[in-house]
């Protein structure tokens, strides 16, 4: 069995209601989710098209028999489902009613043209780091070698 950290989190339409049910989506599709954060409200992060209204977040553990580039798939998917339009080539975030990040995805260091884990700016994001903490603070980072205990203390 493999498992999966996933960052889950939009700021558009009901953001409660998307939040659970972007968790039952990732139980039914891609895994039981075996630990997850409380939900987490922060404000945009980054550069964005539009101003925005602040993110709900929530961190999650799953357990899943797909591979990396399966969960991926899985999530785009539930992604598209719940509304996410992406914008091609724009360098600028823009508002979702749900994204889904890959995080971690057991111990492995992955890098093609479409994933790349652990998530590369995940060590510079407090509302990653905040809710990963909280369920899974003890994980170690497999490239930089800290938990994420204490990759939230240096942010």
Same mark, same amino acid.
């Given at each position: 069995?493999?498992?999966?950290?996933?960052? *889950?989190?939009?700021?558009?339409?009901?953001?409660?209601?998307?939040?659970?049910?972007?968790?039952?989506?990732?139980?039914?599709?891609?895994? =039981?989710?075996?630990?997850?954060?409380?939900? +987490?409200?922060?404000? &945009?992060?980054?550069?964005?098209?539009?101003?925005?209204?602040?993110?709900? /977040?929530?961190?999650?553990?799953?357990?899943?028999?797909? /591979?990396?580039?399966?969960? @991926?798939?899985?999530?785009?998917? *539930?992604?598209?489902?719940?509304?996410?339009?992406?914008?091609?080539?724009?360098?600028?975030?823009?508002?979702?009613?749900?994204? %889904?990040? @890959?995080?971690?995805? /057991?111990?492995?260091? %992955?890098?093609? &043209?479409? $994933?790349? *884990? =652990?998530?590369?700016?995940?060590?510079?994001?407090?509302?990653?780091?905040?809710?990963?903490?909280? %369920?899974?603070?003890? +994980?170690?980072? =497999?490239? $930089?070698? $800290?938990?994420?205990?204490?990759?939230?203390?240096?942010?």
């Amino acid at each position: 069995m493999n498992r999966v950290a996933l960052l *889950i989190g939009g700021n558009q339409g009901d953001r409660s209601a998307l939040i659970a049910q972007a968790t039952e989506l990732i139980r039914q599709r891609i895994g =039981p989710v075996v630990a997850f954060s409380k939900v +987490y409200e922060t404000e &945009p992060w980054g550069e964005f098209d539009t101003p925005q209204q602040d993110f709900l /977040n929530r961190g999650l553990l799953v357990e899943t028999t797909l /591979n990396a580039h399966e969960v @991926l798939h899985e999530a785009l998917a *539930i992604e598209a489902e719940m509304g996410r339009v992406r914008k091609e080539g724009s360098k600028l975030y823009s508002s979702r009613p749900m994204d %889904i990040d @890959l995080i971690f995805y /057991n111990d492995e260091v %992955i890098e093609s &043209p479409d $994933l790349t *884990i =652990p998530h590369p700016r995940m060590h510079l994001r407090r509302f990653v780091l905040e809710p990963l903490a909280e %369920i899974m603070p003890d +994980y170690r980072h =497999p490239v $930089l070698g $800290l938990t994420v205990e204490e990759m939230l203390e240096r942010v």
